[in-house]
C-alpha cells in the first residue's frame, strides 16, 4: 500500500496512535508503518507524520536485527522545578518584583532583591494559596531566583541606606497602585527617570571591547563640549522602552516633553487606556511639589485625557524602580564602545535590547531653561486640580482630565 492511497483521516489516526506510545514500542511501531506504507525512508517520516529520523532508523534497526536498545531515561536528568510548575515563575516575579533594584553604579546587569528566599517561600503560601507540601524547598527557591537574575545584595555597612519614617508605607501604597494598574485593563503603568548624563568625547568610561586592538580614549575624562541626558519611559507589562536625549538642561519641561512624545507615538497602541500610574522617582524635576512639573502634568492629562496617578518611590530608593533595570543593560551595552558624538549615541542606544525587544530612541533638539516655577497664586490653582492621599501627600497624586 502506499501512503499516497491513505486518507488523512487514516494519517491522523496513525499519528496519534504513535504518539500515545512510548520508548521501545513506540520505535517499533513507527518503523513498521515507515516500511509499509513510506519505503523504508526515514526523511519521508519525517514529513508526512513529524517523526525524527534519527528515531526512525533506530526503530527499523531494532526491528531487523532484534536487538532491544536501552531506554536510559534516568540519565536525561530531572526537569527545572519552573519547568514542571510554570504557574511557580510568574507568581515568583509578581511577589519580587515591586522589591528588587538594579545596581546602583550599572556594574551589572543583575537584579537584586531586599526579600529572602525564605520569606518569598511564605509568601506564595500565604498570597498565592500554595501549600506547604506544593512547593520545593528554600534552597530551590533560591536556586529558581538566582536563574531568573535575581540575587540578594550583601549590605554595604560602609554607606548605610538613608531612610525617612515613611519609607515602609510609601513602598507599599506604589506597589498597590501596581497591583492595581496592571490588574485593571484600561489602565497602563509606565515607570520613568532619567539616567546620569552621558559625557560625549572619546572617554573610555572603564569599558572593553572584544578586540584585536582596543580603541584608544582620551588620556583624561575631563571638559566634554556635549553631555546628552537621557529619559526612559518603560513599560512593565509590555517591556516597551522608550529613550529621548537631549543636549540642553535635564528640567520639569523636558520630562513631560518627553511623555508627550512617548504618548503620541504610542496612543494607537493603547487606545483602550483610560488612566496612567506613572512611577517617577523623588528626583527634583519631577517631585510632587515642583511647581512647573505640576503645572505641565496637568497640561498633559487635560491635553490627552487620562486620568493621572503619580505614585512615587520613597527618597533614596529610586534603585527598586523598574526603569533602572533598563539602564543597567543600557551601561553594560554600549560601555565597550567610545560614544564620540551624538548621532553615535543614538545609534548604538538603538541597538540595546531589554527581553528581545529595541528601544525606541529619540533626541529633542530644544535649549530648557532651567528655574522656571509658578508664583505661589498659580500654584493655588493647579493644587485645586490635586487630588493627594491623605497619608501620603508627597507620595500619591491624582489628576483628573479637564475633558475626559
Given at each position: ?9 487514516f494519517k491522523s489516526i496513525i499519528k496519534d496512535t504513535a504518539e500515545k506510545l512510548r520508548g521501545f514500542e513506540r520505535r517499533i511501531y513507527i518503523a513498521k508503518i515507515t516500511i509499509e506504507l513510506l519505503c523504508k525512508s526515514a526523511r519521508k517520516a ?18 531487523i536485527t532484534g536487538i532491544r536498545c536501552v531506554d536510559n531515561y534516568s540519565a536525561r536528568g530531572n526537569k527545572k522545578t519552573e519547568e514542571k510548575m510554570p504557574e511557580l515563575e510568574e507568581d515568583i516575579r509578581s511577589i519580587v518584583g515591586p522589591k ?251 541597538t540595546m535590547t531589554w527581553n528581545n525587544v529595541h528601544p525606541a530612541v529619540h533626541l529633542i533638539d530644544k535649549v530648557y531653561q532651567t528655574g522656571v516655577k509658578l508664583t505661589k497664586k498659580a500654584m493655588k490653582i493647579c493644587e485645586k486640580r490635586l ?18
Amino acid at each position: 500500500m502506499n501512503i499516497n492511497e491513505i486518507s488523512d483521516t487514516f494519517k491522523s489516526i496513525i499519528k496519534d496512535t504513535a504518539e500515545k506510545l512510548r520508548g521501545f514500542e513506540r520505535r517499533i511501531y513507527i518503523a513498521k508503518i515507515t516500511i509499509e506504507l513510506l519505503c523504508k525512508s526515514a526523511r519521508k517520516a519525517e514529513r508526512v507524520f513529524g517523526w525524527g529520523r534519527k528515531t526512525v532508523k533506530t526503530g527499523m534497526m531494532e526491528l531487523i536485527t532484534g536487538i532491544r536498545c536501552v531506554d536510559n531515561y534516568s540519565a536525561r536528568g530531572n526537569k527545572k522545578t519552573e519547568e514542571k510548575m510554570p504557574e511557580l515563575e510568574e507568581d515568583i516575579r509578581s511577589i519580587v518584583g515591586p522589591k528588587s533594584q538594579t545596581d546602583p553604579n550599572f556594574q551589572t546587569s543583575l537584579m537584586y532583591t531586599r526579600i529572602t528566599a525564605k520569606a518569598i517561600r511564605q509568601a506564595l503560601i500565604d498570597e498565592k494559596g500554595y501549600t506547604d507540601d506544593e512547593l520545593p524547598c528554600e534552597n530551590t527557591i533560591r536556586n529558581i531566583l538566582n536563574r531568573m537574575g535575581y540575587q540578594l545584595k550583601r549590605i554595604q555597612k560602609t554607606k548605610p541606606i538613608k531612610k525617612i519614617p515613611e519609607t515602609d508605607a510609601i513602598f507599599e501604597n506604589v506597589g498597590e497602585a501596581n497591583r492595581q494598574a496592571d490588574e485593571d485593563p484600561d489602565t497602563l503603568r509606565i515607570s520613568i527617570d532619567a539616567k546620569a548624563k552621558v559625557n560625549i568625547g572619546e572617554f573610555s568610561r572603564g569599558g572593553k571591547s572584544r578586540e584585536e586592538e582596543p580603541e584608544e580614549a582620551s588620556d583624561h575624562d575631563m571638559n566634554p563640549e556635549i553631555k546628552m541626558v537621557p529619559f526612559g519611559i518603560f513599560e512593565p507589562t509590555t517591556d516597551h522602552i522608550s529613550i529621548v536625549f537631549s543636549t540642553s538642561a535635564e528640567t520639569s519641561d523636558f520630562v513631560v516633553d518627553c511623555l508627550e512624545l512617548w504618548w503620541k507615538e504610542n496612543k494607537e497602541r493603547h487606545a483602550d487606556i483610560r488612566k496612567l500610574v506613572i512611577n517617577p522617582d523623588n528626583g527634583p524635576h519631577v517631585n510632587s511639589h515642583r511647581t512647573q512639573f505640576i503645572k505641565r502634568i496637568i497640561e498633559f492629562a487635560d491635553k490627552t485625557g487620562l486620568k493621572i496617578q503619580l505614585a512615587y518611590y520613597p527618597p533614596y530608593h529610586s534603585k527598586y524602580n523598574p526603569i533602572e533595570r533598563c539602564w543597567g543593560v543600557l551601561e553594560m551595552h554600549w560601555n565597550g564602545t567610545l560614544l564620540s558624538s551624538v548621532n553615535k549615541t543614538i545609534r548604538w542606544a538603538e541597538t540595546m535590547t531589554w527581553n528581545n525587544v529595541h528601544p525606541a530612541v529619540h533626541l529633542i533638539d530644544k535649549v530648557y531653561q532651567t528655574g522656571v516655577k509658578l508664583t505661589k497664586k498659580a500654584m493655588k490653582i493647579c493644587e485645586k486640580r490635586l487630588e493627594r492621599l491623605d497619608s501620603l501627600p508627597k507620595w500619591d497624586v491624582t489628576i483628573e482630565p479637564a475633558f475626559g
